[in-house]
């Protein structure tokens, strides 16, 4: 049950980066919760953020004891990616709310176990992916999905991250690297601009000679998705390709080395209208949409020429 105050009390699972930067700082800022326990195996990091917040610290192995202690209501969880089901999981079964740090999971086992376990709990279980409640991000959808710029045509987007070789998500290969890590931006944006899901998805990743990572350095992803219904004309043809690649750029070992996700999402053979740049205050996500508008009964007929 919540505080005294009717705030829902909150223990953070991973003293890491994105907790540290993100979702500690940001409760404070809420009106409706509170942090009150850590979870880390971090000597350090326990000692400091408790004091910091005024928390009381537990190690990873004193997990099932707070979550039998009644003194939270609910998780953050923000642990390597493939750590998530192990301590999702036992939350939900003990009744314990669970915000889940995206994405939900390295593969889709541990996904159905973790939504099974909600199912058969009263708890809520939530991903933690701002950008579903984004205002800017949302009025992109609605007016993409109006028409406003006409039938979608290209999907562009680049991410870019400077990451320490050292860091987890450089050393645990695919499930903690970039697809994962940036690729879901790219790829929910896509999906939700077109209001489909992709029915054709391959793969390549590449690593170069002297990389240090454990993780492809570049990876290609394409996509093919349906024909748009609901601005869609009769004679327009389904979307005929996508690709998603990312690329690091070599850097001196002693140095952090940036990791790069661009998508190119084709919808049909040509674009041509340039419209949305978004861009947030964390990391760089910037999408272009590319739309043609149809002027004439000559432009509905799909073009000859290659996506390239």
Not at 145 to 164: E, M, W, Y
Not at 171 to 184: E, H, I, R, S
Not at 219 to 230: D, G, H, K, M, T
Request: hydrophobic share 40%; aromatic share 8%; with cysteine.
């Amino acid at each position: 049950m919540p505080d005294l105050n009717g705030k829902i009390r909150y223990a953070v699972v991973g003293g890491g980066s994105i907790s540290q930067g993100a979702f500690m700082p940001g409760v404070g800022q809420t009106e409706n919760s509170i942090l009150t326990a850590l979870v880390t195996s971090d000597p350090i990091k326990a000692d400091k953020l408790a004091k910091r917040y005024a928390l009381k610290s537990y190690s990873y192995t004193q997990y099932g004891e707070l979550l039998a202690s009644g003194e939270i209501d609910a998780v953050y969880v923000a642990t390597p990616n493939f750590m998530h089901r192990e301590f999702v999981v036992p939350a939900l079964e003990a009744g314990i709310h669970v915000l889940l740090e995206k994405p939900m999971a390295s593969n889709e086992d541990d996904c159905k176990a973790m939504q099974a376990a909600a199912h058969r709990s009263n708890a809520k279980f939530m991903i933690a992916y701002r950008l579903h409640f984004e205002p800017g991000t949302l009025e992109m959808i609605e007016r993409v999905h109006a028409g406003d710029f006409g039938q979608p045509r290209l999907f562009t987007s680049t991410f870019t991250q400077t990451v320490k070789p050292t860091n987890h998500r450089m050393q645990n290969g695919f499930a903690a690297g970039p697809v994962l890590d940036m690729g879901p931006y790219p790829l929910n944006m896509v999906r939700q601009l077109l209001g489909e899901e992709p029915i054709e998805v391959s793969a390549v990743g590449t690593t170069a000679p002297d990389s240090t990572l454990g993780t492809p350095d570049t990876v290609s992803v394409c996509l093919r998705f349906p024909e748009i219904a609901w601005h869609s004309s009769p004679s327009a043809t389904p979307f005929q390709a996508a690709s998603v690649s990312s690329s690091l750029a070599p850097r001196a070992k002693s140095k952090p080395l940036p990791v790069s996700v661009t998508a190119r999402v084709w919808v049909l053979p040509t674009a041509l209208l340039s419209v949305t740049r978004l861009k947030s205050t964390r990391i760089l996500f910037s999408t272009s949409l590319q739309a043609r508008r149809r002027t004439s009964q000559a432009d509905d007929q799909p073009s000859n020429s290659p996506a390239r």
